[in-house]
C-alpha cells in the first residue's frame, strides 16, 4: 500500500497532504476506543486515535466491554451503521 502522498521530491509539503498520511497510516492500525452498551455496544474512537468517518476492510477496534453480552452483538462506532462483532484471537 502506497501513501496518499509521497514526499521524497516534495520539498514543501502541505499540511493536508501531511494530515491525509496520518489518517492512512493510522487506518493500518488497530483503533483503541471506549465502549458502551451490551449487546447492542457503541465504541468511541479515544482522542489520541484518528477520526473513523467510514469503515474500511480488515480495520480493526479494541475495547474493553462495559457488560457480559446474552446475546448475539453488534457494534457501531460513533454514528456509523451497526455490524456484527466477531473476535479475533
Known amino acids: 500500500m ?3 502522498a509521497s514526499f ?7 499540511g493536508v497532504q501531511l ?4 489518517a492512512a497510516v493510522g487506518a ?3 483503533t483503541h476506543c471506549t465502549a458502551t ?6 465504541l468511541s474512537p479515544l482522542s489520541s486515535q484518528p477520526a473513523v468517518a467510514a ?4 480495520q480493526l477496534f479494541d475495547f474493553a466491554a ?3 453480552s446474552n446475546g448475539a452483538v453488534t457494534v457501531q462506532v460513533g454514528s456509523l451503521a451497526s455490524l456484527p462483532l466477531y473476535l479475533i484471537g
Open 37 to 42: 452498551g451490551t449487546n447492542t455496544i457503541t
Open 19 to 22: 494530515d491525509q498520511n496520518f
Open 66 to 68: 462495559a457488560a457480559s
Open 2 to 4: 502506497s501513501l496518499p
Open 55 to 58: 469503515y474500511t476492510n480488515q
Open 8 to 14: 521524497s521530491n516534495n520539498t514543501s509539503p502541505t
Open 28 to 30: 493500518m492500525a488497530v
